[in-house]
């Protein structure tokens, strides 16, 4: 199949942003050996290269129908990119605090989280608007600029400034089951289409509701997700004798 | 350069934003922001465009095109069976691209804000992710979204 590079690469290097861009250990399969490379991410694409200031790509991975998984069996900061029934792409980062990073972002990058993102903002939106009404008593305090959020001693740039909400905060239980399962592996046959990604309900029900929950559960998974990560790391150096914990 | 090309192909093989036949009778899938093409009744694809940095224009009733902002600046036309489903096709194009996706995130989680006092992003404890903010260079723009 003809992927077209000059498409990707003029992408690449335009003036829409980075989403993060740093060096990484690379585990070359055949060899089972680890390479520096320098990753660069930009929407749902992971570009690598041997230097930053390189021209020539070594590659890229498009990050749909992946999950990002540790992989302590490998080291210390290893994690992988797990396309299930294909390929498994491994990394192992320079310590915990870039691993975490690398984490976060790469849950959030695909196209799909993006668009159900986008979709549960929408309806948000829409909700805003009509209680903004005339005389309506929910109306927030005019905020002037944006201020860097920091969080745990750690600061980042440009963070959206955290308000006490002026109206009563929404607080939804919601009890519909789980609607985003982990994918199980999946063998994908060559003559017909291959599984979805996840089980997604996708007759017979109502867009908007529906993707609500399911982005509410998606949420909640790229949480669980996270906080897997931080509990597995801090369950590592105090049970430092103990077999690893086993999260893939 | 290398790419993960399986999985790109798995990728083809979802359920699409769209699909039809278009010039060369060639089918063609809508693929979150990639535009695979398949020799009709073949599993796997030609090819795979990548639909960022690129202009979708009407070219006429039936037909529409796609210019890459690349060096090669090559513009790939497509006819449809109609001029509905032209312009079905050029909408869903262009709502396609993550940075056309990106903006309008950004506008709503701005507006929301504005309007709320509270951060939509906060729940889904994503608020100071680089690909969400709004960064320098990048106007916020009020776009047409009633149509998404």
Redesign the interface.
Known sequence: ???????????LS???????EGYLYKKKERTATYHRRWFVLK???LFYQERPADRH??????L???SVRPSESEGQFAFSLV?E???T?RFSAGDRQILESWV??LL?????Y??L??R???V??EE??Q??GPGDS?R??S?SG?RA?V?EGRS????????????P?KVVTKKSPKLWHRRNAHV?P??G??P??GEWPLVGFDPLEEFSKLHDYY?QE??RA?EEWLRSRQAKEERSEEDLIDLG | ???????????S???SEKKGDVVKKRLVKLV???LFYFRTDE????????L???RVEKEDSLTFSIA?????ERKYLFECDSEEQCGEWIDCIVKAS??F??K??IF??T?????????????????????F???N??QLMMRD?SS?
């Open positions: 199949m003809k992927l077209h590079e000059k498409i990707l690469t003029h992408y335009c003036t829409s942003p980075v989403d993060k929407a749902n694409l790509l070594l590659g890229v991975i498009v749909e129908g992946c396309f029934g294909l390929k792409y976060k972002a959030s990058a695909s196209h799909c993006l668009s993102l986008l549960d903002l929408r948000q939106y805003a608007k209680q903004q929910h927030s305090s905020v944006l959020e969080r980042f740039s440009a963070g959206m400034v955290l308000n006490a909400p002026s109206g905060s994908t060559l003559n289409p291959a979805l990604y949420g790229v949480k996270r | 350069m290398r790419f993960n090309e399986k999985e790109l192909m798995s990728l093989r979802q359920p979150v922001n990639f599993e796997e694809p030609i090819g795979a465009l990548l960022e940095q690129c890459f902002l690349d060096e090669a993550y940075e996706m990106r309008n995130l709503y989680r507006e929301i804000h504005r309007l709320t006092g509270k951060d939509p992003l906060e729940q889904y404890g994503i608020s100071d992710e680089a690909r903010q709004v960064s260079g990048l979204t998404l």
